[in-house]
């Protein structure tokens, strides 16, 4: 199996430490947007797609990065997110992401998020909330799901 992974983690590097962990159990690069080559892409199995939440959203880099895809058949893709805050039962910040990934031809098999270290302006005079997160527990759950994601979609390492 052929997978990449395609982040943005712009603030404190907690996304990148998932991806990190991710990346090796699905022997799978760990790239910006901005490095994607598309015929690349075109020929992966898996493709990851994940950024930290900012003001429930993903990032807004990694966003446009998947409108500017054509619409085409793809291959199966899953999407994960770091956030100081869990993602709220009736507003799922997932869900635009999966639904614009499926738009764009990919079938997402799952999602995962942690929460991570947030300076967002309200929590800036106090050095923020989730402090020490992602810890190793967190690691060691995106590893799970790294593992159980390459068992069902087939892949070997």
Do not use: W
């Amino acid at each position: 199996m052929k997978a990449v992974i395609v982040c943005t983690s712009v603030s404190h590097g907690n996304t990148k430490r998932i991806a990190d962990v991710m990346g090796q159990v699905l022997e799978a690069p760990v790239i910006a947007p901005d490095q994607v080559d598309l015929a690349e892409l075109a020929t992966c199995d898996l493709v990851g797609f994940g950024s930290g939440i900012f003001l429930g959203s993903f990032h807004s880099q990694l966003r446009e990065f998947v409108r500017s895809l054509p619409e085409e058949r793809r291959s199966k893709a899953f999407v994960f997110a770091t956030s100081g805050f869990p993602e709220a039962r009736f507003q799922r910040f997932s869900r635009p992401l999966v639904r614009l990934l499926e738009q764009k031809g990919f079938e997402v098999v799952d999602t995962f998020s942690c929460r991570a270290l947030d300076t967002y302006l309200p929590f800036k005079p106090i050095g923020g909330i989730r402090k020490g997160r992602p810890d190793a527990a967190d690691l060691e759950a995106a590893r799970s799901f790294a593992e159980r994601l390459r068992a069902r979609t087939g892949a070997t390492s």
